[in-house]
């Protein structure tokens, strides 16, 4: 049996939550801090730290809300053109065939974090589905989190 090694991922499967939401803590952070792309009035744009493929961004509001309803319309439209920007952004810097594009809202619909409403934006290509999540429930990342940011980061500073 071949074995995959990937030990970054334990601080995710042990790491427990360490009080607060990982959104509001980003929104609080410049662009060039850590993960955060953008860091706007209303809408933050940030890469996922555990991403199911490279470029997988997520889009949230600012302001701490879990419900959709709870949303004001000036945070729909800048959420909105927020994930506009992020897919134009990804098709310019790495030239995906496609996207998922998702909100999970609810611990029953599969949200990870249940009380600050995020959108997944993952990038995705023609062949990207192997054999390796099917037998083995192991997602490989072709690429490392620093690189992908130092791609994408610049196309973010001119918003």
Same mark, same amino acid.
């Given at each position: 049996m071949e074995h995959l090694w990937a030990p970054w991922r334990m601080e995710y499967i042990?790491?427990?939550?360490?009080?607060?939401?990982?959104?509001?803590a980003a929104a609080g952070k410049k662009p060039a801090e850590e993960l955060v792309l953008f860091s706007g009035s209303h809408t933050?744009?940030?890469?996922?730290?555990?991403?199911?493929?490279?470029?997988?961004?997520?889009?949230?509001?600012?302001?701490? +809300?879990?419900?959709?309803?709870?949303?004001?319309? +000036?945070?729909?439209?800048?959420?909105t053109r927020l994930l506009r920007h992020s897919?134009?952004?990804?098709?310019?810097?790495?030239?995906?065939?496609?996207?998922?594009i998702g909100l999970n809202i609810g611990k029953a619909a599969g949200a990870g974090v249940i009380d600050h409403l995020h959108w997944h934006i993952v990038p995705?290509?023609?062949?990207?589905?192997?054999?390796?999540?099917?037998?083995?429930?192991?997602?490989?990342v072709p690429e490392h989190l620093s690189d992908t940011l130092k791609k994408l980061r610049p196309y973010f500073e001119k918003i």
């Amino acid at each position: 049996m071949e074995h995959l090694w990937a030990p970054w991922r334990m601080e995710y499967i042990i790491g427990g939550k360490t009080g607060g939401c990982i959104f509001c803590a980003a929104a609080g952070k410049k662009p060039a801090e850590e993960l955060v792309l953008f860091s706007g009035s209303h809408t933050l744009v940030m890469l996922n730290k555990y991403p199911y493929n490279n470029g997988h961004l997520m889009v949230a509001p600012k302001r701490h +809300e879990g419900r959709l309803e709870g949303v004001s319309v +000036e945070e729909s439209l800048d959420l909105t053109r927020l994930l506009r920007h992020s897919v134009t952004v990804l098709k310019d810097a790495i030239s995906p065939d496609g996207f998922n594009i998702g909100l999970n809202i609810g611990k029953a619909a599969g949200a990870g974090v249940i009380d600050h409403l995020h959108w997944h934006i993952v990038p995705r290509w023609e062949g990207d589905v192997n054999f390796m999540p099917v037998v083995s429930e192991t997602k490989v990342v072709p690429e490392h989190l620093s690189d992908t940011l130092k791609k994408l980061r610049p196309y973010f500073e001119k918003i």
